[in-house]
């Protein structure tokens, strides 16, 4: 924290503002322009003498799409090399780093996420790397979803947030499973019948049912 303060004292020294619109407050973030242009490829277009953005030559920035709590974290990790991530925060920073292309923070986000897999939170974890692309995370959740399905199908509420696409590509995945085939094939008649209206229009999608028992689903 004595470090954060001393660098946040620096900062006060800017050469320019970022500002950040919040519902219902305006924040205002310091910081100097050589320094966000060396981390963020974002904003070494956005200031680089050759840029079209007016932003190049102004002393201040406004940023919208992205949070005041995210870009602050990331600030500080521009500045520190430290990112204090945790599960309450870890999505905004993302979202930040993500929007301001600030690649080791991506990575460092995605890497803390994979040290935090566990059967609660493995759906969250599987949409936000869905969500910002990050192929290596999204396997690693589906591969510890299917390595823990017996757990995994157990909790109701997990299972039934499953969207229809992430359920055809845990069934489709090569990842050994903890279950026998009919305990799988039971977990998927039963997020079928969960909203049944909807779901059973992506039945034929899935390699347990032949078209005949698509067909005849309803009655299982």
């Known amino acids: 924290m004595l470090m954060i303060s001393k660098i946040r004292i620096i900062r006060s020294d800017h050469n320019v503002a970022i500002t950040l619109y ?16 060396a981390c963020s490829d974002y904003f070494r277009a956005m200031f680089c003498a050759a840029s079209d953005f007016r932003e190049g030559s102004q002393r201040q920035v406004v940023l919208a799409g992205v949070s005041a709590a995210g870009v602050s974290h990331l600030l500080d990790y521009v500045y520190t090399a430290r990112l204090r991530l945790s599960l309450a925060n870890v999505h905004e920073v993302l979202s930040a780093a993500t929007h301001l292309q600030v690649d080791r923070a991506v990575e460092a986000c995605a890497a803390y996420l994979r040290a935090q897999l566990d059967v609660d939170n493995c759906v969250d974890v599987a949409t ?27 909790k109701q509420d997990l299972l039934h947030r499953l969207s229809a696409n992430q359920m055809e590509h845990l069934l489709d995945s090569n990842f050994p499973v903890d279950v026998p085939e009919e305990a799988v094939l039971e977990m998927l008649l039963n997020w079928l019948d969960f909203e049944r209206s909807s779901r059973m229009a992506h039945a034929h999608k899935y390699s347990f049912f032949s078209p005949y028992m698509v067909e005849h689903l309803w009655i299982i």
């Open 22 to 37: 919040g519902k219902k407050v305006t924040f205002l973030i310091q910081a100097h322009r050589v320094v966000l242009a």
């Open 128 to 154: 936000l790397a869905e969500a910002y692309f990050l192929v290596g995370l999204r396997a690693k959740a589906y591969k510890f979803i299917s390595e823990n399905l017996a757990a995994f199908s157990a």
